[in-house]
């Protein structure tokens, strides 16, 4: 980790959860995994300060932790995790872009407070939104809840792991930290809840004072608030589906400047369908034929069925594979390649075309004429060098510096492929992918 990651760590964990979690998250940032005895020495503060900030780096999934063998649990900070914290703002504002409202605030309350449970994140909302509202309009529950429902379908939300309700042998000591698991297919199944009632505005002080009074005649009482339906069930943002949504926006957008708005529509259409059943790491989506993405395609987008197949034959037969065929049976089956079209138009186009210097270790400018050559074994998927300065038009010096350049930088592989078995250099040919 270089020190300008880690001090832009310390001030996002300072701004956000203020100076005794800045100093706890600081130590484990510079010195790893560490357990709580080294923690308390490291940090100066006492026990209990350090408990409770670990708590909150917990709850927010910046700090995981791991029992050793010894007996002892270690703490380790997440530093990639932390730094997403810069792309909340976008979390939020995409949320609000796909689910209105009541996405964007159920998405900000989740992220405010790490997890919640779904009965209190739809409470807070439906209170936020009805004090945007004119007076004697209220926002009800079951809108809100409907919108957390849609949240989870998509997969931008998830549970969070609990502790296993396994019986544990009674007479063997407890474990020194619970290990929290969940099945996948438990992660996004929401429970049935009858949330009823309306979002609630501030009161003001002498309502406030009234309330006080009210609360702590219950208490004297002996009464006390119900335990929430949901209890023990609490939820929290899924960033890596954020990222996935993020990669298929730009993904059709390069699909819309290579071809046209219409191809550009059919891959968003193959990508909706499978973005909940297709890994975020995946080089490719779920096979899909050509009648399942017709019934797919928005309402009013004006495409027949001749025409949507002549679309997806010329995204199969581009160079650059866009779209994966498979079968010829019943019309075969689509996928939509993500690796081809990621590594062309963010790495070749963006990285290589442009007069950046890239990679920033060396210093290292590739330029116009790189950028060609790289272009051309996209296309061509194996070239030898001759062909290489002939397709791409420079001279032989110029295209071999090049190509050198660019394998020294692992951007290009050369391959043997030799005509005998003693592999003899004069009787071997080398291309370049």
Known sequence: MTQAELRLCSLLLQEHFGEIVEKVGNSLLRTGPRPLRLLVGDTGLLPDQVKKALCVLIQHNLVGYEVQPRGFVEYE????????????PRYIYTAKTLYGDPG?????????????????????????LTETMEDGKTMDYTEVSST????????????????????????APPPPAPALLIAEK?????????????????????????????????????????????????????????????????????????????????????????????????SHTQPLSSNEIFRSLPAGYNIGKQILDQYLALLADD??????KSGDSGGGTYTVSILPLFIYFFFGEFHLSSSQTFPPKNSTTFGSRCARIFRLLLRKKHLEQKQVEDFAMIPAKEAKDMLYRMLSENLVSLQEIPKTPDHAP?????IYT
């Not at 998405?107 to 909302?125: F, T, W």
């Not at 957390?148 to 007479?171: G, K, S």
């Not at 160079?319 to 994966?324: A, D, T």
């Not at 004069?426 to 080398?430: C, E, H, L, P």
């Open 77 to 88: 900070a997440r530093s990639e995790r932390i730094l997403r914290i810069l792309r909340y």
């Open 104 to 128: 964007e605030l159920l998405v900000e309350e989740l992220l405010l407070h790490g997890h919640l449970p779904m009965s209190c994140a739809v409470a807070r909302v439906a209170d936020r």
């Open 148 to 171: 957390f429902v849609r949240l989870a379908d998509t997969h931008f939300i998830q549970r969070c792991p609990v502790v296993p309700e396994c019986p544990q042998n009674p007479e």
């Open 186 to 282: 438990d992660m996004y199944v929401v429970p049935r809840l009858n949330l009823v009632g309306k979002g609630k505005r501030r009161r003001s002080c002498d309502e406030e004072e009234e309330g006080e009074h009210k609360a702590k005649r219950q208490k004297q009482e002996g009464g006390s608030s119900e335990t929430p339906p949901d209890d023990g069930i609490y939820w929290q943002v899924n960033l890596e589906r954020f990222h996935q949504h993020f990669r298929d926006q730009a993904l059709v957008n390069a699909v819309a400047s290579r071809m046209d708005q219409t191809s550009s529509e059919v891959v968003r259409t193959m990508l909706r369908m499978s973005e909940v059943t297709t890994a975020s790491g995946a």
């Open 319 to 324: 160079p650059l594979e866009f779209v994966g």
């Open 426 to 430: 004069s009787r071997s040919f080398f």
